[in-house]
């Protein structure tokens, strides 16, 4: 047995029933359930249709994304999230480029790395780099003037610890963000790269071993193993090429709002959803979710 989750963006929800039954018959399944009034609804069906991949282009135009899983054991027990253009709307290292007056060549570089055109640590090293001699209260600057946090973010994270889940944030970016974004979000810990700074300057060095692909893939069999879960119970979140090896692996791997190289390698793509999209392809329904401690 499959359920199909449609989803659409909560600050503009564009799903009607009229969809919802239509797809529903066209595909001979079940009786449909609202999530959430005009965001999310599912259905069950008895198989996978050949034809998924034509509806959800069909879908996508209507700024409605389609997921299909094995209807059984779809909550999960840990998220393990990338934090740049996941949990957050930016990439780091673009942000504190642009106080550099390099920001148009790092992001250059960063869009080529995220969509697997590039090595991730040499591109990583590069960038890098290039932010020798940045005063480290940029860092702090940037925190405070240019983040913003994806919608959803909180909710995913606390609705699914209430469940007695696992939150870990996992990035190819720096410890001098992650931390902040993990406490803020609620994450029960993180794992990034740590930048070099001396005598209050940035070094252009990134302090050894570099945490890209395979350090996420690492992590996540390091962090199971220690909670005595298997990767099976991880839902794992990202946008770039370096997180296809953790996707891949994850009970449920999701490309949220990913890089095109990203979204042909997986078959859950979050394409209009927020985070929220992560509890309702679980089965959460909108009175499920639980309100973030703030």
Excluded at 184 to 199: K, M, P, S, V, W
Excluded at 230 to 257: E, K
Excluded at 279 to 293: C, K, S, V
């Amino acid at each position: 047995m499959f359920t199909v989750t449609l989803l659409t963006d909560p600050s503009a929800p564009t799903l009607d029933a009229t969809t919802v039954e239509a797809l529903r018959n066209g595909w001979g399944g079940g009786a449909a359930k609202w999530l959430a009034r005009g965001v999310a609804a599912e259905f069950d069906l008895p198989e996978r249709p050949d034809n998924l991949w034509q509806i959800w282009e069909d879908m996508q135009a209507r700024a409605i994304d389609v997921v299909i899983q094995p209807s059984d054991d779809r909550r999960r027990k840990m998220l393990l999230a990338d934090m740049d253009s996941t949990m957050i709307g930016q990439e780091c290292i673009d942000e504190l480029a642009a106080e550099a007056g390099v920001g148009e060549k790092v992001a250059g570089i960063t869009a080529r790395a995220m969509n697997g055109e590039l090595d991730f640590d040499g591109a990583l090293t590069e960038r890098v780099g290039l932010l020798a001699d940045l005063d480290e209260a940029v860092i702090a600057r940037v925190l405070a003037e240019r983040i913003t946090y994806t919608a959803g973010g909180d909710v995913l994270i606390a609705t699914m610890r209430a469940q007695g889940g696992h939150a870990a944030l996992v990035s190819g970016g720096f410890t001098a963000f992650t931390s902040h974004v993990a406490a803020h979000l609620g994450f029960d810990e993180h794992r990034a790269n740590t930048l070099g700074i001396e005598n209050g300057r940035l070094t252009g060095r990134v302090v050894l071993p570099i945490l890209g692909r395979e350090a996420k893939i690492a992590a996540l069999h390091e962090i199971t193993e220690r909670l005595g879960l298997s990767p099976r119970d991880v839902i794992a979140v990202g946008d770039g090429a370096n997180d296809l090896g953790m996707l891949g692996i994850a009970g449920t791997g999701v490309a949220l709002h990913a890089k095109p190289s990203v979204q042909k390698e997986c078959d859950i793509r979050i394409n209009h959803g927020d985070l929220t999209a992560l509890l309702y392809i679980q089965g959460y329904a909108a009175d499920d979710f639980a309100t973030p401690a703030r």
